[in-house]
């Protein structure tokens, strides 16, 4: 979106460089970022910047990988913010955008277009909000977010639609579940098709994928190292229990668990609830 000021020179929404954040177009820069200067993201020694959406585009684009069968990640490159992915999940009853990034180009639009378009955008959680309002309105698509986080948006639309409670429906087999803990309204993203029908979870960082690929871990801080309690992770792993899931899809690159999901969840809480409560085990 652009404004012009009384002066009439062009005003560009306003980007934060270290989370990715788009806030409302105006005369100045935003003074801060509340999204960085919260104690789950940080505030870089080098002090707060702004970029745009065309200055972006004139440095970055998006990536496209296929996962499987309808499900193709979506990155930018080089890193830009937070540095994590979007997804595209394509059904027999529309194409859900999972998470945001901040990149939306001219390249992304003609391909997800010619996929079909989006029908509804959902995303876990406030870091990766960005520039979903952009998205949104390309796309004429319904954006969902948590009721628990609506103080987290800094830019708000008209196709912002808030959802609350623990699960919400968005297409047949794509069910928005909130986990809570990085966010109270932190969600995942259950895709009962995905794996040939053994089911997908889109985790996000609610549930973060770690190098192993066979646990995720959970933190309220992941910049600073601030874990979670002992009965939020029980929280979390008895909300996503009722699901049946083969894989679970993070939020970075080379960030998957492929097989077994579910057991590899329930034991990564298993295991971190121990570490907390008796310590080193063995
Ligand atoms: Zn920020
Ligand atoms: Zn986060």
């Given at each position: 979106m652009m404004v012009r000021t009384q002066d009439n020179t062009a005003m560009e929404c306003p980007i934060c460089v270290t989370c990715g954040t788009q806030y409302p177009a105006a005369a100045a820069e935003p003074a801060r970022c509340p999204i960085c200067e919260d104690a789950r993201q940080y505030v870089p020694v080098t002090g707060q910047r702004w970029t745009t959406l065309p200055a972006l585009r004139a440095t970055h684009n998006n990536v496209f990988r296929r996962y499987e069968e309808g499900l193709y990640a979506i990155g930018t490159q080089p890193a830009f913010a937070i540095g994590q992915r979007a997804w595209l999940l394509r059904t027999p009853h529309g194409n859900v955008l999972w998470d945001c990034i901040a990149l939306l180009d001219d390249a992304t639009l003609d391909i997800v277009r010619a996929f079909g378009g989006i029908s509804a955008i959902a995303i876990s959680h406030p870091h990766y909000y960005t520039t979903m309002v952009e998205w949104a309105n390309a796309f004429d698509a319904p954006l969902w977010l948590h009721a628990?986080?609506?103080?987290?948006?800094?830019r708000d639309d008209t196709a912002i639609r808030h959802w609350s409670g623990?699960?919400?429906?968005?297409?047949?087999g794509v069910t928005l579940v909130r986990?809570?803990?990085?966010?109270?309204?932190?969600a995942v993203l259950h895709w009962r098709d995905g794996r040939d029908g053994r089911g997908a979870l889109l985790s996000g960082d609610v549930l973060q994928v770690v190098p192993d690929r066979k646990h995720v871990s959970f933190m309220w801080s992941y910049p600073n190292y601030v874990p979670l309690p002992a009965a939020q992770v029980r929280a979390i792993a008895a909300r996503v229990e009722p699901f049946d899931y083969d894989a679970v899809y993070g939020?970075?690159?080379?960030?998957e668990i492929v097989g077994d999901g579910k057991a590899a969840v329930a034991a990564s809480a298993r295991r971190y609830i121990a570490m907390l409560e008796r310590g080193p085990l063995g």
């Open positions: 628990a986080d609506r103080d987290w948006v800094m623990d699960t919400h429906s968005l297409l047949d986990a809570g803990g990085h966010f109270p309204g932190g939020a970075f690159w080379n960030a």
